[in-house]
């Protein structure tokens, strides 16, 4: 769609970031359930750069393209989950190399990049990434190859200041790296304040009805390290299916409507509960009272994001009574989809998990914002 220049982002995503031409007038995106493609009498190939599904299907280049012009990348390629895209970075790096990365992130994360570096020969040192001194203090110039950053991290919803963590990883010599999956790039384009690559668990709100698992990543530059980000991608398999592309193009045509709807109910939650006798405290950045509220005003745009946590007062036991009291929100684990779910984070994470026990998780969907919170209220109301 590069032919109409200057289209916002809600324009850009409504259209999928594509015209009917371009498929040979289908609205709606096709699917490319080939494996393969045939060539021509002199062995070129009748699909320019396709010979082979796991190296490229036909189905990528648009969803690609759009994410990339969203993010304002070079480049962007689909992967098989979050997970995927993860191990496509951290695997293109060399034994030896020095990673830096937060201490609390999604849980997944952290326990395969632990486990994963000690058997790869990564030095990796989990901080606080959301003090920049922290930050500053556990780079290693030379060595440090990657700062990896979540924001708002999982789930305690604090902020890193992207601008901040760019300078810091750039002057060691490091490439930044962010999670921006809850922001999503309708809040936060971590490109513009300086990271290098994007990561998103496309399964969550790009994606946005829990029907197809995908990751995603955005580069900054399309250097070598991204050729063996690529290469990793390719030569592990680690690839999207096309039904699974499509599901992910058909979620994103509507993830600006989506992600603003489900926002503005996140604050309105938020700001109800806040001070709720029956909760310790409400952990949401868009609270003037979180302390990573002056940067997420400063990079996030349009909202603060659908997550958000509760904690209860008293400890697990009161937690899941709350959450076991639910109607409406939903008792499950993920984000981004028209419905609210609520979890209890530490049952979810099990041993080792830095988690408070008295603390829910919730994401929050697309419903009617008195309608999840008249549900909260009567769940409180049991403890």
């Keep these: 769609m ?7 982002p809600a324009t850009l995503l409504a259209h999928g970031g594509r015209r009917p031409e371009d498929d040979g007038g289908d609205v709606s995106p096709p699917i490319h359930p080939s494996t393969n493609y045939a060539r021509g009498e002199d062995y070129g190939l009748i699909k320019a750069e396709t010979s082979y599904s796991r190296d490229a299907n036909p189905a990528y280049p648009p969803v690609e393209n759009l994410l990339a012009r969203l993010e304002g990348g070079a480049d962007a390629m689909l992967l098989a989950s979050g997970m995927a895209a993860v191990a496509a970075v951290i695997q293109a790096l060399r034994p030896g190399d020095h990673i830096v990365a937060q201490k609390v992130m999604y849980w997944g994360v952290r326990a395969w990049l632990t486990g994963f570096c000690a058997d790869w020969g990564l030095d990796l040192d989990l901080i606080d990434t959301a003090d920049p001194a922290a930050l500053a203090g556990a780079v ?15 789930p305690t919803w604090d902020l890193a200041d992207i601008a901040a963590a760019a300078g810091i990883a750039h002057g060691a010599g490091a490439y930044l790296a962010v999670d921006s999956t809850v922001a999503t790039p309708v809040h936060t384009r971590p490109i513009e304040h300086g990271a290098d690559i994007v990561m998103h668990s496309a399964t969550k709100s790009l994606n946005g009805h829990g029907d197809a698992v995908a990751g995603v990543l955005v580069t900054a530059k399309a250097d070598d390290f991204w050729d063996r980000v690529r290469a990793n991608r390719a030569l592990g398999g680690a690839v999207l299916g096309p039904f699974e592309t499509w599901l992910l193009h058909r979620g994103l045509r509507s993830l600006h409507l989506r992600v603003e709807r489900a926002s503005a109910n996140a604050l309105a939650i938020a700001r109800h509960f806040e001070g709720h006798a029956k909760l310790a405290s409400v952990l949401y950045p868009g609270l003037e009272k979180h302390p990573g509220h002056d940067i997420a005003r400063k990079q996030m745009q349009g909202g603060f994001g659908s997550m958000l946590s509760f904690c209860v007062k008293g400890g697990a036991a009161e937690a899941m009574t709350v959450a076991g009291r639910c109607q409406l929100v939903v008792r499950a ?5 028209t419905e609210s779910l609520i979890e209890h984070r530490a049952s979810t994470e099990g041993g080792n998990t830095p988690v408070p026990a008295n603390l829910l998780r919730l994401a929050i969907g697309i419903e009617d914002a008195g309608d999840l919170i008249a549900d909260l209220e009567q769940a409180l109301a049991g403890i």
């Excluded at 590069?2 to 916002?8: E, F, R, T």
């Excluded at 684990?333 to 989809?337: A, F, H, I, K, N």
Aim: with cysteine.
């Design 2 to 8: 590069a032919v109409i220049p200057n289209l916002k």
């Design 140 to 154: 290693k110039p030379g060595r440090t190859k990657l700062v990896w950053i979540e924001t708002p991290c999982n």
């Design 333 to 337: 684990t993920s984000l981004g989809g």
